[in-house]
């Protein structure tokens, strides 16, 4: 089925002809469905710490930095902006000239709230001869909306979200990037410097590299602290081939393989090359001003302190199972841990002898560890916390997109639609075991949870492979806490006008 010419296009993207034959297979196949036990709740699945105990759990983060660990704020910041414009674009298409539809009238009469209205209006005097308040006079919209997306103007059609202006200040607007360098020094600094790391695609990079060589000494300064920034790239190896609707490779004009990112679960390979302690994970978009940056802050803090005291626990009992000193009465104490701190379930655990205890024990201690804020549901779109069944029969919480659940069955799909809480990707982990060692990642991914999705290109329908989630598959078998923390902290752009609601003015 792969020619030669196949087999050297997948070699130089770093994939093996055996990858392309499983992916293949995949498509045959698909993915299984989880089994659920129920969505996490408060006081099953779902901390919810008191005010006393969150100013504990500050405390224990800022004496951990004092330790000299190293940190990292780590930003999936790839892929365009496009999406936020879809309306947009569609009113450039439109066969009328002015605002018809709601979300057109509330774009242009809210106008001058925009942080980037000053550079479009430049954009406007020198594309048109006219600013924006002429040209809207005239009722030229759709002058004033290319001048945004196209590229003769502020190219906001192309360009990736992190280098769109999204808040205004009185010293000048910034954009999100920007907004994640001043979070790093607020609560991931550490020894007077701060490590950010961002994700981006290859087309982007320079533009990115160029920002920070602008913004980096104005944010040193005014919090003074050194930055170390760095990018990566999603890699080619992660990507996957896409199908026609018969499972047969999909070719492109030319004869090639078609590829395909493989979505956000690819960055487990960027974040396994993250030398750190501990990295904080957030997506680009979530960024408050500054005004009201100290409770995210706050609660940053809350989650890393809750990562790191659980983190001393689980090092404190491998070394006991590992020096042989136990009691059965630690082992029990051990097993309690393991079911109310880590969530992790074994329903025959009581028949397993001291000897095959202790394996069991280890195994589920010794893994990378996630806390993961989680805010109430208010029908954002996102992934839920949910306990869910392992390949091993194990229970455990997971973070659960509606693709992984079958639609077919009701009793699931109640519980989907019960669950109180979600996800906005707001993620602190612990990445070495309790010898100091990194672990390998890709290890503790589970396979069998990426998904398909239907596609097209030039007009013929295709099948496009999802690798397992960042957050979702792709850290199926980290030690998992969920944390409830308010909804303040999740305020993501979407769509442009997302950027008028009162969290972002």
């Known amino acids: 089925m792969l020619s030669e010419l ?3 296009q997948i070699a130089q993207k770093g994939i093996t002809p055996e990858q392309i034959e499983n992916q293949l297979q995949e498509f045959k196949t698909g993915f299984p469905f989880l089994r659920l036990e129920g969505p996490a709740a408060i006081g099953n699945g779902i901390v919810a710490p008191t005010e006393a105990e969150c100013q504990d759990y500050v405390k224990t983060w800022n004496d951990y930095k004092a330790e000299g660990k190293k940190i990292v ?36 009469d809210n106008i001058e709230k925009f942080a980037f209205y000053g550079a479009l209006d430049e954009a406007c005097k020198k594309n048109e001869g006219k600013g924006i308040k002429e040209l809207l006079a005239e009722g030229n919209y759709k002058a004033v909306v290319k001048n945004m997306l196209d590229k003769s103007g502020l190219n906001y059609g192309q360009l990736p979200k992190g280098l769109l202006l999204f808040h205004n200040y009185p010293e000048g607007p910034r954009t999100p990037m920007e907004e994640h360098l001043v979070e790093g020094a607020l609560y991931a600094e550490s020894g007077g410097e701060a490590n950010v790391h961002f994700t981006v695609s290859h087309e982007h990079l320079q533009l990115f590299e160029q920002k920070v060589a602008d913004k980096q000494a104005q944010y040193a300064q005014k919090y003074g602290i050194k930055y170390n920034i760095s990018f990566s790239e999603q890699k080619p190896s992660t990507d996957t081939v896409a199908a026609n609707p018969d499972n047969t490779p999909f070719r492109n004009e ?3 393989l078609l590829f395909r990112p493989g979505g956000h679960g690819a960055l487990i390979e960027n974040l396994n090359e993250i030398s750190a302690d501990v990295v904080f994970i957030k997506n680009i978009d979530n960024v408050v001003p500054d005004r009201l940056k100290p409770e995210t802050v706050t609660y940053k803090q809350v989650i890393a302190g809750i990562l790191v005291s659980l983190q001393k626990k689980v090092f404190q009992y491998l070394e006991i199972l590992e020096s042989g000193a136990y009691t059965h009465e630690t082992l029990e104490e ?21 000897a095959e205890l202790v394996i069991f024990l280890k195994e589920k201690l010794n893994r990378p560890i996630r806390v993961c804020g989680v805010v109430k ?9 949910f306990l869910t069944y392992n390949q091993d ?17 009701e009793e699931y799909m109640r519980m989907f639609k019960e669950g109180t809480h979600f996800n906005p990707v707001d993620l602190v982990c612990a990445i070495k075991d309790y010898k100091g060692k990194p672990f390998n990642l890709p290890d503790y991914v589970d396979k069998t949870t990426g998904f398909i999705s239907s596609k097209s290109k030039s007009g013929k329908e295709l099948k496009a492979l999802e690798l397992p989630g960042l957050w979702n598959g792709a850290m199926s078998n980290w030690n998992t ?11 993501p752009v979407k769509t442009v006008n997302d950027l008028l609601r009162e969290q972002h003015q």
Not at 377 to 385: A, Q
Not at 395 to 406: A, F, N, P, R, T
Not at 485 to 491: A, E, I, M, R, Y
């Open 254 to 256: 030319d004869g090639s």
């Open 377 to 385: 549901n208010v029908g954002e779109p996102g992934g839920g916390p």
């Open 481 to 491: 806490i969920f944390v409830e923390v308010p909804l303040g902290t999740f305020n």
């Open 6 to 8: 196949d087999l050297k």
């Open 393 to 409: 029969g194990t229970v455990s919480l997971q973070i659960l997109e509606s693709s992984q659940i079958d639609k077919t069955n």
């Open 334 to 354: 051990i097993i309690r841990f393991v079911k109310h701190d880590l969530c992790c379930k074994k329903e025959d655990i009581k028949n397993l002898e001291d």
């Open 73 to 108: 704020k780590f930003v999936p910041a790839s892929g365009a902006a496009s999406r936020m414009f879809k309306n947009m674009f569609a009113f450039l298409d439109a066969d009328y000239d002015v605002p018809t539809t709601d979300f057109e009238k509330e774009y242009f």
